[in-house]
């Protein structure tokens, strides 16, 4: 057993909100814990199929009355939002997971020329 958690951390920069779930999960599943470095995934780290994942979220969706969107369409509101909340790009670049700060850019360009005007 490892005397802290951190001693299991993984190397990956994972951004502060995952780390006690990643730490829990590593200690946990010590070595069969497969780190994919993915938002969502299994208990043991293993990629979610798709279509599972994309029934729960319509699940979750109907649950609380809201109508029906692509789990897409939530990343890039949420990220839109944070934009104009005045969050930095690299920050929303970072959480999105993007591998590069002009993907972020590229796309989110109109969010910063709509707060221009």
């Given amino acids: 057993m490892p005397a802290t958690l951190n001693?299991?951390?993984?190397?990956r920069p994972y951004p502060?909100?995952?780390l006690p779930l990643r730490a829990c999960t590593t200690v946990l599943f010590g070595a069969a814990y497969q780190d994919h470095g993915l938002v969502f995934c299994q208990p043991d780290g293993r990629p979610i199929?798709?279509?599972?994942?994309?029934?729960?979220?319509t699940v979750a969706l109907k649950r609380a009355g809201l109508p029906w969107i692509r789990l897409y369409d939530a990343c890039h509101t949420f990220a839109t939002w944070l934009l104009e909340q005045g969050v930095s790009p690299q920050v929303v670049q970072t959480m999105?997971?993007?591998?590069?700060?002009?993907?972020?850019l590229d796309i989110y360009s109109h969010v910063?020329?709509?707060l221009e005007k």
Avoid: C, K, Q, Y
């Fill in 49 to 57: 199929d798709p279509r599972s994942l994309n029934l729960s979220f």
């Fill in 112 to 114: 910063s020329l709509e």
């Fill in 7 to 11: 001693d299991e951390m993984p190397s």
């Fill in 16 to 18: 502060p909100a995952r």
């Fill in 96 to 104: 999105l997971g993007h591998g590069s700060i002009a993907v972020t």
